[in-house]
């Protein structure tokens, strides 16, 4: 089979290197990609987004299937653009229609799916210019910390924490006023979740889903989950806690009655479903939901899993998922980002990355990376992500740290202690 992966980042290098490990590949294409994935197959200069160029590409080249990384291009419908086009229809997206991906581009929209359905999460409470005065008096009853959330697309950083009241108020005044663009013209204010977050995913054809191996990332960029949110700064999979009494409670009262719950709404769903959740006190909330595959998840969640990944997704597009057997590995996986220095605020690009060929036992995902003549070079925020595998945690966590100090880039950063608190 000829496969288009689009997107630039950890996710789709992670991906395309499962994506190389099936005897059913015959070429593989990246759009944009980077110079990870320029290392398993040819990077294209399309933006994800370039619904007309992709399809002009897919249709020119014998493209026998189309996997979406991102959010972005869900959100905006290529699924739908596909499916709409004859000369295209026979080729599958993996990813979900514009109206299902609603379920992570607008939290409003899931949070209301999300009370239709029964499905525990926060209580909450939408928020536009038109009710202001309402935001400011859900705010004044709630307790802190203030959770306040842009409804639309905000590149991972449309989520605010915050613990003071007044800071609250004027968050929400700045969000309405455009703080993340047309993304927080509406804003969710959500009571607060104490416990432990994690992730989990399903791969699902609509009728039927098979759940894939959970993780927990780490957020934000400072050590003991201090300072600002960022894309993601490391994750361990398996968790401790996710164990089969907590699944069980997971299966039955959120994925189910997700599934049950598009499929009443005529919601055709067909890709990955992330379930962002909170572990109170062994029981689980959903805090989001995403129409894709996380990341920096992704770099450990798809090394544990060890079926072809082809087949799954041949099973989505022709509805055979129930046929299919999960298989995942029992090793533990850790990952740790390598980021810009400055980043999740202002950083440089194009800083030359030294020792990439001095890694043993690790894998490396490129995220935000270009080539410039024979050199890799820094092309982003989160740079790479240095996976391993381990019998446990500390020893996965022990060979990505080795490794992370190996690679060397200047003002490089990594956050000293993924897997803290497990």
Known sequence: MNILVLGSGGREHTLAWKICQSKKL???FIAPGNAGTALLGTNLDLAVNDFAGIAEFAGNNDIDMVVVGPEDPLVNGIADYFAQQHSLANIPVIGPSKNAAMLEGSKEFAKAFMMRHNIPTAGYKTVTGQNMEEGLD???AMKPPYVLKADGLAAGKGVLIINRIEDARNEL???LSGKFGNASKTVVIEEHLSGTELSVFIITDGKSYKILPEAKDYKRIGK??????TGGMGAVSPVPFANSVFMKKVEEQIIVPTITGLQKENIEYKGFI???LMNCGGNPYVIEYNARLGDPESEVTLPRLENDIIDLFDAVATQTLA???ISISERTVATVMLVSGGYPGAYEKGKMI??????RESLIFHAGTRTDGNAVVTNGGRVLAVSSF???IREALSKSYRNAEIIDFEKKYFRPDIGFDL
Do not use: A, C, H, I
């Open 26 to 28: 015959s070429r593989l």
């Open 138 to 140: 859900f705010l004044s």
């Open 173 to 175: 005044n700045q969000m």
């Open 224 to 229: 003991g989950d201090t300072g600002p949110n």
């Open 274 to 276: 992330f379930f962002g």
């Open 323 to 325: 046929e299919q057997n």
């Open 354 to 359: 030294r020792n990439l060929d001095k890694v």
């Open 390 to 392: 381990g019998s446990d």
